[in-house]
């Protein structure tokens, strides 16, 4: 999980580097073409391929990439405009978000103590946000809507059957971001020429990619997830060291309070929700 996590954040520095230069669209369908290559080679490989979900799983993947493109979108806009540590910090609250999502829409339990964990992560979330401070990036409200899509998108993977292969339903989702990526570059950007150097990063971001979507699963299954999850934070690790090292940004106490705070509340839910 650690290394899925570090994958993920090199994926992520590898985006925002490119982007400073070149449209975010352009960057996402260049990364997509190298995603698509990866997993759908390695899918085929597997024989993914040979079992199809079913109509009802279908409509859910259909969902899920709909869901998936939102939080694409919505968090590398953001990613490009604020530090990569403070963006990452936001996506932090996911199981605080899932936990309220999953009581109002799937009628799941949660108690007072869970409850309380909620309201002091979303605190800490607004700390690290502070709108109305005089450091408020407006791209942070991008950020929050990348939470609100990547809930949504966990909310429908919950419905899918014990049959439904993730990397399938990976590999459909790369081809829908990446052909979202491409309408909008011509629709809302502009194609500018691609050099050796881009092309290699945008390279590497699909592979850190593949490499800490790959990762993840392997924990999941073969780790107990009361014990595997939680080193999803190590992610905050990478994303300060990355943004101390590429781009000389260090978060100030506030962040690093409210960091802490969301983190520690979102570890305490993952606990409860295991433990009931």
């Known amino acids: 999980m650690c290394g899925s996590m570090a994958g993920f954040a090199l994926n992520d520095a590898s985006i925002k580097t490119v982007a400073s230069d ?5 960057a996402i369908f260049i990364r997509g073409l190298f995603t698509v290559l990866f997993i759908g080679a390695f899918a085929l490989l597997s024989g993914t391929f040979k079992n199809l979900p079913d109509r009802s799983d279908q409509k859910l993947i259909a969902w899920r990439s ?13 990613l490009v405009n604020m530090p990569i540590a403070n963006i990452t910090a ?11 999502a999953a009581a109002l829409f799937m009628r799941e339990y949660f108690g007072w103590r869970r409850a309380v964990a909620i309201l002091v992560g979303f605190c800490g979330m607004i700390i690290i946000v502070r709108p109305g401070a005089d450091g408020f990036n407006s791209y942070a409200l991008f950020g929050l809507a990348a939470v609100v899509f990547v809930t949504w998108r966990d909310l429908t993977v919950r419905k899918f059957s014990i049959n439904v292969s993730s990397l399938f339903v990976s590999f459909v989702t790369s081809v829908v971001i990446t052909i979202t990526g491409g309408i909008a570059t011509i629709l809302l950007g502009e194609w500018t020429p691609v050099s050796n150097t881009e092309l290699a990063l945008l390279a590497l971001a699909a592979i850190f990619l593949f490499g800490g979507y790959y990762a993840s699963v392997a924990a999941m299954r073969v780790g107990e ?3 595997v999850a939680p080193f999803r934070y190590t992610i905050m690790i990478w994303a300060i060291l990355l943004g101390w090292l590429i781009w000389g940004d260090i978060p100030d106490g ?13 570890a305490y839910t993952l606990w409860r929700e295991r433990i009931r």
Not at 66 to 78: D, Q, R, S
């Open 225 to 227: 997830i009361a014990s």
């Open 254 to 266: 506030w962040t690093l309070l409210g960091m802490t705070i969301v983190i520690s509340m979102g």
């Open 90 to 100: 936001i996506l932090q609250a996911l199981p605080l978000t899932v936990s309220v």
């Open 22 to 26: 070149m449209n975010v669209y352009q």
């Open 66 to 78: 709909v869901a998936e493109v939102g939080a694409t979108m919505m968090f590398l806009t953001a």
